[in-house]
T-cell receptor
Framework: EDQVTQSPEALRLQEGESSSLNCSYT??????LFWYRQDPGKGPEFLFT???AGEEKEKERLKATLTKKESFLHITAPKPEDSATYLC???????????FGAGTRLAVHP | ETGVTQTPRHLVMGMTNKKSLKCEQH?????MYWYKQSAKKPLELMFV???????ENNSVPSRFSPECPNSSHLFLHLHTLQPEDSALYLC????????????FGNGTRLTVT
C-alpha cells in the first residue's frame, strides 16, 4: 500500500538554527514528490516538485532533496516567518492523485 | 481576482441541514479537487474532476455530493452530516497533465453540531 510518513511531527527551532524535515515514502512507481507549506487558516502553498533520486531544488532558505526512499527539506538559518506546517505528497500512478503525509509543524522562535 | 477562492470560510450546520460549499478558480486550470483535512491527519482526497467529468470518487459517503458545472467552478453539497464530518474542506485546481502541482484555496472550516 502506498504510504507517506513525515517526521518529526513537530519541531521547535531557535532563529538561525538549521535543521531538516524528513518525508519517507513507500510507493510503486514514483512519478513526483511535492512539498507544500501551510500557514494557520490557509490552504497549502506549493513549494517544490522533485522527480528523480539525486534531484535538488532551492528556494530562499529551503532546499529539498530526494532519494529512492525519502526526501528531506533542509532549512538553513530559519527565521520566525518560516514557522508553518510543511506537507509532503507523492504522486504514484494515479492521475493527479496525491498521497499526503500528516505534516511537520515547524515553530521558529526569535 | 486570482487563484482559488472558497466560500464560505466558516460554516456551522446541524445534522439535518443542507448546505453547499463553493469553489472558483481563476487560473485557467481544467482539473479540480475536493480534499478533507482533519486535525493531525493527512489530507484525504474526496473527488477529482477533469474537464468537468468526475474521474475519482474516493469512497466518499453519499451525504457528500459534488457538482462541477464548468472547469472554473466546483461545489460540494452537504446533507445529513455527522459530527465526525467536521473538518477543513479544501478545494484545489491544476492543469490536467501529470506532475502539475495543485493550487489550493484557503478552505471552508465546517463544524457539524
Amino acid at each position: 500500500e502506498d504510504q507517506v510518513t513525515q517526521s518529526p511531527e513537530a519541531l521547535r527551532l531557535q532563529e538561525g538554527e538549521s535543521s531538516s524535515l524528513n518525508c519517507s515514502y513507500t510507493v510503486s512507481g514514483l512519478r513526483g514528490l511535492f512539498w507544500y507549506r501551510q500557514d494557520p487558516g490557509k490552504g497549502p502553498e506549493f513549494l517544490f516538485t522533485l522527480y528523480s533520486a539525486g534531484e535538488e531544488k532551492e528556494k530562499e532558505r529551503l532546499k529539498a532533496t530526494l532519494t529512492k526512499k525519502e526526501s528531506f527539506l533542509h532549512i538553513t538559518a530559519p527565521k520566525p516567518e518560516d514557522s508553518a506546517t510543511y506537507l509532503c505528497a507523492v504522486q504514484a500512478g494515479g492521475y493527479n492523485k496525491l498521497i499526503f503525509g500528516a505534516g511537520t509543524r515547524l515553530a521558529v522562535h526569535p | 481576482e486570482t487563484g482559488v477562492t472558497q466560500t464560505p470560510r466558516h460554516l456551522v450546520m446541524g445534522m439535518t441541514n443542507k448546505k453547499s460549499l463553493k469553489c472558483e478558480q481563476h487560473l485557467g486550470h481544467n482539473a479540480m479537487y475536493w480534499y478533507k483535512q482533519s486535525a493531525k491527519k493527512p489530507l484525504e482526497l474526496m473527488f477529482v474532476y477533469n474537464f468537468k467529468e468526475q474521474t475519482e470518487n474516493n469512497s466518499v459517503p453519499s451525504r457528500f455530493s459534488p457538482e462541477c458545472p464548468n472547469s472554473s467552478h466546483l461545489f460540494l453539497h452537504l446533507h445529513t452530516l455527522q459530527p465526525e464530518d467536521s473538518a477543513l474542506y479544501l478545494c484545489a485546481s491544476s492543469q490536467d497533465d501529470l506532475n502539475s502541482p495543485l493550487h489550493f484555496g484557503n478552505g471552508t472550516r465546517l463544524t457539524v453540531t
